[in-house]
């Protein structure tokens, strides 16, 4: 037994049961922003202690625990993803009543949760991990005490999700029952065409519909990004989806064969209705939440055309991709976060003269969204470049058509806010104040988006080396 292989994950449990002590013994008048800051410490910590974990390539625990560079790199991706929200959160948390330093120490388990996913090599540990980083995402999505949207939202989230959960639930008790295993890499030899094994398939692949909210199964995703609190939000629209297509690159592609049941054409034809009706509903939004929550749909779509090239390209579109959706997502939520504080509303038409109130907010705002929509120079073009690339050099052209036609359409409802910020007059002049953790959390989301966009190929080439362990 290799216990190093889970010094990350021990750190991180650590690092949260001491936050948990910390937030019980402090006084709570103090309000825990300290908390905060050391939650930040902690989790930069570990990601720097994480850097050294690349080549390790091992198993341990009788197979059912990895570390590989695919698991690092997606480690990488919830850590950043977590530390941003974090700093995001300190001046929002500041408006709840109490239990300022129990939402830093939710942030921490829900990271943990997903990162025993990275490294679940057996469907019983990736399980476990998924309902660590659900259960908590129950409560930080309820967080806000008498606020009826956040307390709906986490009751849907609860519900809809142990649905999705038992479906899936009952897909991989298929799979133990086809093949005598759990452990992923001995599915592949053990499996063959049988009818049950369509239907494992089509129950795991409609579970994990849920997790990264694709189309049909997206319809818990407005309601619960609308009332969660707004940093959760971007949190669930990030570093959630990023876990369950971590897990769903790591099942498919080295435990379910495509002989028999071909699980790439299932694949193929979510991706092209969550491509396609994920941006045509985000058009009539009004709502900025909801917006990017269709946005946030859409873009699980773009994703799943790189699981559908199913090869090195594709693994590597996925994984570039998802760490630049960390930074433009988390950037335009920084944003909204504040605004939405400061204005009591979330409708787009409030956005009105943002740039005369606040410059910063409306710069970093415009280029996340052009970076989401995949404008040229900024990130966002470079991902979905290689997304459609990868199934472009299969010589499958319709999911690269249909991408960019989506990413034209998608362009309206970006620019539509844009307009709003830099076009209209403001109904209130005065500057709104932003907290020294929010400018450096846009700042940095904001630097990194234009530098990937125009010198992509250091996370490029970090990205193949950790798809190609997969194959």
């Known amino acids: 037994m290799n216990y190093s292989l889970l010094s990350t994950e021990m750190l991180m449990a650590a690092l949260g049961i001491g936050l948990l002590v910390l937030t019980i013994l402090s006084p709570r008048e103090k309000g825990h922003q300290g908390i905060g800051y050391a939650a930040v410490l902690g989790m930069f910590g570990i990601l720097v202690a994480l850097t050294f ?15 590989d560079d695919f698991a690092v790199f997606m480690k990488q991706v919830f850590l950043i993803s977590a530390i941003l929200v974090t700093l995001t959160s300190m001046q929002y948390i500041s408006t709840l009543p109490r239990y300022h330093g129990e939402f830093f120490v939710m942030i921490v388990f829900a990271t943990l949760g997903m990162m025993v996913m990275a490294s679940a090599n057996d469907l019983i540990t990736l399980f476990v991990g998924m309902e660590l980083m659900t259960v908590t995402f129950f409560v930080l999505v309820s967080f806000i005490l008498g606020n009826g949207r956040s307390s709906e939202a986490g009751m849907k989230y609860l519900i809809l999700g142990a649905m999705s959960t038992a ?20 599915l592949m030899e053990r499996l063959t065409w049988s009818p049950a094994l369509a239907v494992a398939v089509i129950m795991i692949i409609a ?20 009332g969660a609190p707004t940093p959760i939000t971007a949190f669930l629209a990030v570093a959630s989806k990023a876990a369950g297509f971590a897990v769903m690159i790591r099942l ?30 985000a058009i009539p939004q009004t709502n900025i939440k909801r917006m990017l929550a269709y946005s946030s749909i859409a873009q699980a779509g773009y994703l799943l055309v790189g699981l559908m090239a199913a090869d090195v390209a594709g693994i590597k579109s996925i994984l570039f991709y998802t760490m630049i959706y960390v930074f433009a997502n988390i950037g335009a ?51 979905k470049l290689y997304l459609f690339a990868a199934i472009m050099d299969q010589g499958i052209l319709w999911p690269a058509f249909v991408g960019f036609v989506m990413s034209m359409i998608s362009v309206y409802y970006y620019l539509n806010v844009c307009l709003y910020m830099w076009r209209d007059d403001p109904t209130d002049e005065r500057p709104i104040h932003v907290s020294g953790a929010i400018k450096f959390t846009v700042v940095i989301s904001m630097v990194v988006t234009l530098v990937l966009g125009v010198y992509p190929q250091p996370l490029a080439e970090m990205a193949n080396v950790a798809a190609r362990v997969l194959f």
């Open 167 to 186: 479906i899936m639930l009952y897909g991989m008790s298929l799979l133990y029952g086809l093949t005598g295993t759990t452990i992923i890499p001995e």
């Open 333 to 383: 939520f920084a944003v909204v976060t504040v605004v939405g504080k400061e204005l009591g509303s979330y409708k787009i038409s409030d956005y009105a003269g943002l740039a005369q109130r606040q410059p910063l907010l409306a710069t970093v705002m415009t280029i996340s969204l052009l970076s989401l929509a995949g404008i040229p120079p900024l990130a966002g073009f470079v991902g």
């Open 252 to 281: 498919f592609i080295q435990g379910v064969p495509t002989t028999g049941v071909d699980w790439i054409v299932i694949i193929a034809g979510l991706a092209l209705v969550t491509m396609i009706f994920g941006n045509i509903i």
């Open 53 to 67: 974990q690349y080549g390790i390539n091992e198993t341990t625990f009788r197979e059912i625990w990895i570390v």
């Open 207 to 226: 579970g994990f519909g849920f997790k990264i909210a694709t189309i049909p199964f997206h319809m818990w995703s407005p309601d619960i990004y609308e």
